[in-house]
């Protein structure tokens, strides 16, 4: 008997990295799934694998989420879980943001995970209530360098899934994974790079970087009965790295290397 046994779940940006993990977890674990992308192909070669359906959307057209997430629970037989995933980043000064850059990244963030909620939540209530899950990061706990629009969108998410627990417990459950560096397209470039990838290892506790499973594992127990009395949460799945306290943790790491010989 799996974890979602009967549930009905969409995710958004089900067709590569994350978003398709979870897909899969999903539905190992009983769950019967709907792939939303903006990229058709992706989208539909994720849902092939676990019989599922595909549909294509950009989640920062307001209407085009509504009418996909209506045709989701047309196909699913009505919606239990959600998993508001999809997301993009750049990088630059924050005064090098172009305002159609800043107002793309603010959109899919943030606005595109408000769509995702606004279009779940009649659904969710009509099935007796369910479970949603966002994907902010830990950029939006703690503000990065050059990734402002970013960062700025993803503290907002946080914001928006407490928002949501307040509004609509107890029927809907909606918690938030905040991600640390996870091995996926979106950071490539980074994670491939040797001096990148061991300066990130090294400040990270759990001494590696992540992959897309692990955070949809955490998705798949904040979906499940196993989280019953968790919401407004935002769960960090980052392998600890966010816990060096930035002033002190070099010195006391150079003390400690220099007392114990
Ligand atoms: N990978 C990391 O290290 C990391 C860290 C923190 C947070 N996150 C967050 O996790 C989520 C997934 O990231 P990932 O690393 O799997 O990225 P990814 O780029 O590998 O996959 C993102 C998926 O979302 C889809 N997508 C992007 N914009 C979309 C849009 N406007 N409408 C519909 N679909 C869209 C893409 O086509 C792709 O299939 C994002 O919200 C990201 O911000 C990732």
């Known amino acids: ?5 009967g549930r009905r779940a969409v995710v958004t940006g089900g067709g590569r990295g994350i978003g398709a993990a979870t897909v899969r977890r999903f539905a190992s674990q009983g769950a019967s799934v709907a792939v939303l992308d903006r990229d058709g192909d992706a989208a539909r070669a994720v ?3 676990v019989g ?3 549909l294509v959307v950009d989640v920062a057209d307001v209407d085009a989420v509504t009418e996909a997430l209506d045709l989701a629970a047309d196909a699913l037989g009505g919606l239990t879980t959600v998993f508001a995933n999809a997301g993009t980043g750049s990088l630059k000064p ?7 850059e800043w107002d793309r990244l603010v959109d899919v963030n943030l606005k595109g995970t408000w769509a995702t909620i606004r279009a779940a939540v009649p659904h969710l209530l009509a099935a007796g209530g369910g479970s949603i899950v966002t994907n902010a990061s830990v950029s939006g706990v703690y503000p990065t360098r050059g990734e402002s629009p970013y960062a700025a969108a993803k503290a907002g998410v946080i914001a928006l899934t407490r928002s949501t627990a307040l ?9 938030c994974v905040s991600p640390g560096f996870v091995h996926t397209e979106l950071n490539d470039l980074i994670v491939t790079n040797p001096a990148f ?5 090294a400040r990270t506790p759990l001494g590696r970087l992540g ?3 692990e955070v949809a ?3 798949v127990f904040l979906c499940s009965d196993l989280a019953r009395y968790v919401t407004g949460q935002n769960l960090l799945v980052d392998g600890g790295s966010l816990l060096p306290n930035n002033q002190v943790d070099p010195v006391l790491t150079d003390l400690l290397r220099f007392l114990s010989g």
């Open 211 to 213: 992959v897309p499973e």
């Open 94 to 100: 924050l005064h090098a943001y172009a305002e159609r």
């Open 217 to 219: 594992d955490v998705v």
């Open 47 to 49: 849902a092939a694998e």
């Open 1 to 5: 008997m799996g974890l979602l046994e």
């Open 167 to 175: 509004e609509y417990g107890p029927s809907i459950r909606a918690n």
């Open 52 to 54: 599922g359906v595909a």
């Open 197 to 201: 990838r061991e300066g990130i290892e």
